[in-house]
């Protein structure tokens, strides 16, 4: 059974900083590309950041470089998501996503959400 557990959430301040962890179970780990998406009241979900657990590599959404650092421990089978300078508008649901697209099949899994308030 596949299980993203994320944690980390919290109400911070303006200018403070946050780290999300994303702990990964029952999957090959070092196949799947993690991201961390986020979805505020009223909007749609979006992406944040993703790693590529195999290499690596990253990619940010334009918002948050900079700011947010995504990272991985393969021993741990476990994600972060450094955030800093956290801004108002980084309040949202942070949610943990799991994905593998090979030529015989697609595995997709998503965390319950960690909540993620940002304000003075």
């Known amino acids: 059974q596949v299980q993203l557990v994320e944690s980390g959430g919290g109400l911070v301040q303006p200018g403070g900083s946050l780290r999300l962890s994303c702990g990964a179970s029952g999957l090959s780990f070092s196949i799947y590309v993690i991201t961390w998406y986020r979805q505020a009241a009223g909007k749609e979900r979006e992406l944040v950041a993703s790693?590529?657990?195999?290499?690596?590599?990253?990619n940010y959404a334009d918002s948050v470089k900079g700011r947010f650092t995504i990272s991985r421990d393969n021993a741990k089978n476990t994600v972060y998501l450094q955030m800093n300078s956290l801004k108002p508008e980084d309040t949202a649901v942070y949610y943990c996503?799991?994905?593998?697209?090979?030529?015989?099949?697609?595995?997709?899994?998503w965390g319950q959400g960690t909540q993620v308030t940002v304000s003075s």
């Open positions: 790693i590529a657990i195999r290499d690596g590599s990253t």
């Open positions: 996503n799991a994905k593998f697209s090979g030529i015989l099949r697609t595995s997709n899994y």
